[in-house]
């Protein structure tokens, strides 16, 4: 009975797993309010994704821990500035990426 329980349990487990779904997140549907609230998703994680969208508009393969935190600061200066911008403009307007 004991081994039936914890097969059981067991069993619970791997379906609840399963069930789990990655979210899926449109950076270009962000807006800075939001990227400051980290309502969407978690700021310290967009701020790394940004950090690589940065630097793959620029080419460069390098991360840097004052880079990442240079991009943090300028992009929510300008965001706390004009909270219903969207992230990817801030992104633009602050660190003139994409052009």
């Not at 791997?14 to 807006?31: E, K, L, R, Y």
């Not at 940004?50 to 300028?74: C, E, F, M």
Request: net charge positive; hydrophobic share 40%; charged share 15%.
């Amino acid at each position: 009975m004991r081994g039936l329980c914890i097969a059981i349990i067991a069993l619970g487990a791997v379906v609840a797993a399963g069930n789990a779904s990655a979210q899926i997140v449109d950076v270009a549907t962000i807006s800075c309010k939001d990227y400051l609230a980290g309502t969407v998703v978690r700021r310290d994680y967009l701020t790394l994704w940004l950090s690589g969208y940065y630097n793959g508009t620029r080419n460069d393969t390098i991360v840097q821990t004052n880079t990442v935190q240079t991009i943090a600061d300028k992009v929510g200066t300008y965001c706390r500035s004009n909270l219903d911008s969207g992230l990817m403009d801030a992104v633009e307007k602050a660190l003139g990426a994409g052009k």
